[in-house]
């Protein structure tokens, strides 16, 4: 069965940077692209950006851009979100989520556990 | 990319039909059959629940269906259960390989 499974919990203060790692199992790893998505105490769901992890190339949502990093390394099975500068509105659970299909890198089907990024002083 | 707009709070009784509309533009929900829609209970993980407008992943109840005209999406749960108590997101591929989510839902079953 899929499985992901986040690194945990951190606290990290403004203008730090954070590196999340999300480790796949129950499938081939490089056949199916990685979503990174975070949600804000008591707010939505917001897409951060997608990995293809045969290759590693890289989408990045606009708000993220410059300031995130997903990087994927195939000998073990993991893949990786970094954002830099943090700032308080960071804070928030950050989740690597595996593509449903193999063709279109458009909803994120098995999440893994969410990992508490805090930023404070 | 702007989140997709949803209604704050829906509610509806037990065994009543209620839906949650999702609306986008012609850039992102107009553009393409590629709307999903994630229940969340309070503190746990978003589970999909309707991919690609209609389709259900194995295990989901038919009690849920998707639906899409133009601009805007919509989730249908039919028979509604004190379960179905959750918030709701629907999402959009937006193109070059971009999503956008909605701001969420919150379902009450009264």
């Known amino acids: 069965q899929v499985q992901l499974v986040q690194s945990g919990a951190e606290v990290k203060k403004p203008g730090a940077s954070v590196k999340v790692s999300c480790k796949a199992s129950g499938y081939t790893f490089t056949t199916y692209y990685m979503h990174w998505v975070r949600q804000a105490p008591g707010q939505g769901l917001e897409w951060m950006g997608i990995?293809?992890?045969?290759?590693?190339?890289?989408t990045y949502a606009q708000n993220f851009q410059g300031r995130v990093t997903m990087t994927g390394d195939t000998s073990t099975s993991t893949v990786y979100m970094e954002l830099s500068s943090l700032k308080s509105e960071d804070t928030a659970v950050y989740y690597c989520a595996r593509n449903g299909n193999i063709a279109v890198a458009a909803y994120p089907e098995f999440w893994g556990q969410g990992t508490l990024v805090t930023v404070s002083s | 990319q702007s989140a997709l707009t949803q209604p704050a709070s829906v509610s509806g009784s037990p065994g009543q039909s209620i839906t949650i509309s999702c609306t986008g533009t012609r850039s992102d929900v107009g553009s393409y059959n590629l709307v999903s829609w994630y229940q969340q209970h309070p503190g746990k993980v978003p589970k999909l629940m309707i991919y690609?407008?209609?389709k259900r992943p194995s295990g989901v109840s038919n009690r849920f269906s998707g639906s899409k005209s133009g601009n805007t999406a919509s989730l249908t749960i039919s028979g509604l259960q004190a379960e179905d108590e959750a918030d709701y997101y629907c999402s959009s591929y937006a193109g070059s390989g971009t999503l956008v989510f909605g701001g969420g839902t919150n379902l009450t079953v009264l």
């Open positions: 690609e407008v209609t």
């Open positions: 990995i293809n992890p045969r290759g590693g190339s890289t």
